[in-house]
């Protein structure tokens, strides 16, 4: 497609897009079900949506289908339709992947994958994509799933078993992509089944799923550089194994097991060529053989949950689970790994790998009583045992010690419907009780080998929400609430840097949980062919946690003062039987103490807040054909306080999708970056301004071909 042509079609597809108002569409909500009779599993109330005070968004499975076709990650889905996510940074890390400007809590059927004890930022590649049914995004801080939603909670609802009776069902897909201008080196494929049966009291669903991907290009046809430290996703080999069976016990009780599997490996035959940051030349790659071992993912998560929905009057929810994970980093001969002991200095060249094995337990009891017409009340307690520790690979040693955080937390929590269910009130409070178990350890040389004190200190944290919704007029919806949210510093970081004899971790380890609050006040509403929401929130920490780079390019994390405020907005506009407009605008500012005195003095940077966003979108539907275009603008950003170098320039990106619902399948085609737009990624833009080897173009033009067939 020549120039001249990129530009016509650009125009002429947001000359569409910009008929509507630039609002936002918060609440996406599947084709053949009303907001109202949606109940959100994240959450852990079985209420309807319309009753929950709190910013909502849910990513059907329309949605999900039509980024896959995209042949985008879990992650990358979650980014381009939740406009307060950040732009994703297109590698294996998603350090500074923010949800309005704070980290969320990822989870799979409500197992938590994060690892908040050495937080190494790649809890969102633990699931494939393929076997997820939909994506429940709960925006801002809160506590109902225990640690680490402080910007809020992404559950990957993941297949449901068949419930028809009918033999196996399923379905098969088979999918390739490739960069328009370099079809060879940038060839990717992907294949993946899944299939199911309802055998009567049991049923089962079961599938697998291959990933191979090539390389990446810019707009300028340049090989992307690769990031051999933190991790790739380009040159990268994934499967991944799903099952799950459930066992109906009878009418009100169920059995259910969930078994996923995911790994993912980088390729090894790629060295980085740094860029230039002062000429804005982004960094590329070149044939060559990486040293030691490639960076990769290994998780497995597994649970065990049984219902029994009249248990005195009440409905129980019980889930066991565990969770392992092992993370190899890329290897470099980096001062910290030197030791004279094993070789001579600056020659020792060795890799990590982080390790977090976790095993916990939720139970929820619901119940309503008689004497108190639409009271519900939720009591629960959650345990959590995460033993993490991070350790070097080549040489067998111990960078980060076998830490165990363990908790028990009961919670409480009530809703109230009054004046014929107009109004819904709400108000809980948690009380984590947590300890943190160090052994006697030895940092590495380069901290002094410096023998530590092992130690277990603890802390009771008491968080709470209150809040409520009110339907003011029929399809129109207020609700206000504040809530807070809480997780673990990076004690990992803190620990494997200590270089001063006679420390005790009982005395020296800050362990105070990062406590955000959150107050938020929106309005959704409904009215024939049009819905959506406005919402303004604010969310602060008295002693935040941010990614503060220190001399020797890394990050490193500092407990200092964080306020974040914003506005989302969304609208979508049944413009006829065929064609769907929408969109979605989302503008964030958050501030930091940078000199601890208590008062804010300087803009967050892009490696704690995303960037202001603008996304339209418009489907349509001609017979057997589905269309999507979605256009996601990035708005140009100062940060005042910090590096002129990292200000952030701005890009627009256009992509599209069509699909033929086909007798023999679903056949789709997808184009990502449809005008071949040239960026930085907005990590790589605002973060490390003197680094050359971290200065990483977005991805040009890229297409996908595929085909779904269910049976």
Partial sequence: MTRLSNVLFGGTALALLSAIAPAQAQVMIPEDKAVDELVITAMRFDAPRATVPSTIQIIGANDLRLQQALAQSAVEVVSALAPSFSPTRQKLSGAGETLRGRSPLYLVDGVPQSTPLRDDSRDGFTIDPFFIDRVEVVFGSNAIQGVGATGGVINYVTAPTPKSGQGWTGKVLAQTSFDDGNLNDSFSYKAAGLAGRDFGA???????????????????????????????????????????????????????????????????????????????????????????????????????????????????????????????????????????????????????????????????????????????????????????????????????????????????????????????????????????????????????????????????????????????????????????????????????????????????????????????????????????????????????????????????????????????????????????LGAAYAHLEGRTDTNGDGRVDADLDGANISPDRLTLTADATYGDFDFRLQGQFFEARDFQGQPVANNFEGYELLDAVAAWNAPFGVVSLGVRNLLDEQYITYNSDTTNPTDNTRYFAGQGRAVTVGIVKSF
Wanted: aromatic share 10%.
């Fill in 202 to 580: 049991w049923d089962v669903v079961a599938g697998a799923a291959y990933e191979r991907r090539g390389g990446y290009f810019d707009a300028d046809g340049r090989r992307i550089g690769i990031d051999a430290t933190q991790g790739e996703l380009q040159n990268s080999d994934s499967w991944s194994l799903f099952g799950k069976a459930g066992l109906d016990l009878g009418d009100e009780r169920r059995l259910e097991a969930m078994v996923n599997h995911f790994e993912l490996e980088g390729g090894d035959d790629y060295v980085l060529v740094n860029g230039n940051r002062a000429t804005g030349l982004p960094a590329s790659a070149v044939k060559g053989v990486q040293r030691g071992k490639p960076p990769a993912n290994e998780v497995t998560s597994a649970s065990v949950t049984y219902k029994d929905g009249d248990l005195f009057g009440g409905a129980l929810t019980a889930q066991a689970f565990a969770h392992d994970y092992h993370g190899v980093f890329g290897g470099s001969i980096t001062g910290t790994f030197q030791d004279v002991r094993i070789a001579p200095i600056n020659t020792l060249f060795d890799q990590s790998a982080n390790n977090s094995q976790k095993q916990g337990f939720k139970l929820d009891y619901e119940r309503g009583f008689a004497a108190v017409p639409g009271l519900k009340v939720l009591v629960g307690l959650d345990g959590l045992k995460d033993k993490t520790y991070q350790e070097l690979v080549l040489t067998n040693r111990v960078w980060v010690p076998k830490t165990t955080y363990k908790s028990l937390s009961p919670f409480l929590q009530a809703h109230q419907a009054v004046w014929g269910e107009r109004i819904h009130l709400s108000a809980g409070v948690r009380q984590e009780n947590a300890t943190l178990e160090v052994g006697d350890f030895t940092t590495l040389a380069s901290s002094g080998n410096t023998k530590v004190s092992g130690g277990e200190p603890s802390f009771t944290e008491v968080l709470s929400n209150v809040g409520g919704t009110v339907r003011i007029i029929e399809g129109v919806t207020a609700y206000a609430s504040y809530a807070q949210g809480f997780t673990m510093p990076d004690v990992g970081r803190v620990l494997r840097a200590i270089n001063t004899p006679g420390r005790d971790i009982d005395t020296y380890l800050d362990v105070n949980p990062v406590v955000s609050d959150n107050v938020e006040l929106g309005v959704e509403f409904s009215h024939g062919p049009v819905n959506g929401s406005l919402a303004w929130f604010t969310s602060s920490s008295d002693r935040g946690a941010l990614l503060v780079l220190n001399a020797g390019g890394t990050f490193d994390v500092q407990r200092q003062r964080t306020e974040i405020e914003g506005v989302e907005a969304t609208l979508r506009w049944k413009a006829a039987d065929w064609l769907t």
